[in-house]
T-cell receptor, first 112, second 111 residues
Framework: KAGVTQTPRYLIKTRGQQVTLSCSPI?????VSWYQQTPGQGLQFLFE???????NKGNFPGRFSGRQFSNSRSEMNVSTLELGDSALYLC???????????FGDGTRLSIL | QKEVEQNSGPLSVPEGAIASLNCTYS??????FFWYRQYSGKSPELIMS????GDQEDGRFTAQLNKASQYVSLLIRDSQPSDSATYLC???????????FGGGTRLMVKP
């Protein structure tokens, strides 16, 4: 099976812009979660989608949003980008709630 | 706030030795526990999953869980230089699929 695919791998944006990141889960996986990883804060949970419904949301401002499509692919959007949004954004998928999550290679976002 | 704590290291062990990594968590309702390995510049890779008290073994890796003490550990036997990485402990609660990660322990295996 192909792994979790995230696009793009790298992005450079400027403050105030918005960005959309994409994630295709492992075939058959219906749960998709997003995480932000920074050197200072480590890995932090953003949100989780299952069958097109957001089930959990982490402690991030409303500028961070996401959605999941009927084919389980997911996107996350960050609006009004700030310098502090520079991070590695990781998507993970799992078959169900009690199964392990597998991570994609991530999208490295740099804000200038 | 639900927390997962790990010693940041670095933990340095000689090649062939046993590396022992530890993790404590605060949420008594936690259901599932995972260890991920992350090489520098790469994404986390699942190493072990453990769901009930006791030991879970997979090759050179053994995960140990003690829910009463809220403690999870990972043992790596016959450590190799290729095991040098950051090891992340992740804990899942009883609702949804949210993982709470520890800060990670950097392991260095010296030839």
């Amino acid at each position: 099976k192909a792994g979790v695919t995230q696009t793009p791998r790298y992005l450079i944006k400027t403050r105030g812009q918005q960005v959309t990141l994409s994630c295709s889960p492992i075939s058959g996986h219906r749960s998709v979660s997003w995480y932000q990883q920074t050197p200072g804060q480590g890995l932090q949970f953003l949100f989780e989608y299952f069958s097109e419904t957001q089930r959990n949301k982490g402690n991030f401002p409303g500028r961070f949003s996401g959605r999941q499509f009927s084919n389980s692919r997911s996107e996350m959007n960050v609006s009004t980008l700030e310098l502090g949004d520079s991070a590695l954004y990781l998507c993970a998928s799992s078959e169900s709630e009690n199964q392990p999550q597998h991570f994609g290679d991530g999208t490295r976002l740099s804000i200038l | 706030q639900k927390e997962v704590e790990q010693n940041s290291g670095p933990l340095s062990v000689p090649e062939g030795a046993i590396a022992s990594l530890n993790c404590t968590y605060s949420d008594r309702g936690s259901q599932s526990f995972f260890w991920y390995r992350q090489y520098s510049g790469k994404s986390p890779e699942l190493i072990m999953s453990i769901y009930s008290n006791g030991d879970q073994e997979d090759g050179r890796f053994t995960a140990q869980l003690n829910k009463a003490s809220q403690y999870v550990s990972l043992l790596i036997r016959d450590s190799q230089p290729s095991d040098s990485a950051t090891y992340l402990c992740a804990v899942k609660g009883n609702a949804g699929n949210m993982l709470t990660f520890g800060g990670g322990t950097r392991l260095m295996v010296k030839p």
